[in-house]
């Protein structure tokens, strides 16, 4: 693997991670600020659905960064 390919992989991770990020702020900004309806699913799923995502993200992140260690780095 050469360095540009470690140095992509890197950038994916990182963006992965502020994926994961946004994902989890944004489920808890939606079930701060959602207005009050009669809908209460709603309310439930959006949120949920955006945390899903964020956590898919960090494991995604994880999952890379694990073989990236694990692959080295050979000159």
Same mark, same amino acid.
């Given at each position: 693997m050469t360095q540009q390919d470690v140095k992509n992989k890197q950038?994916?991770?990182?963006?992965?991670?502020?994926? @994961?990020?946004? @994902?989890l702020i944004g489920a808890h900004e939606v079930t701060v600020n959602w207005p009050s309806t009669?809908?209460?699913?709603a309310i439930i799923t959006v949120p949920f659905i955006l945390a899903a995502a964020g956590t898919l993200c960090f494991v995604a992140a994880g999952l890379l960064a694990r073989k990236l260690m694990k692959g080295g780095v050979s000159r």
């Open positions: 950038r994916i991770i990182y963006l992965l991670i502020a994926l @994961g990020f946004a @994902g009669e809908d209460d699913t």
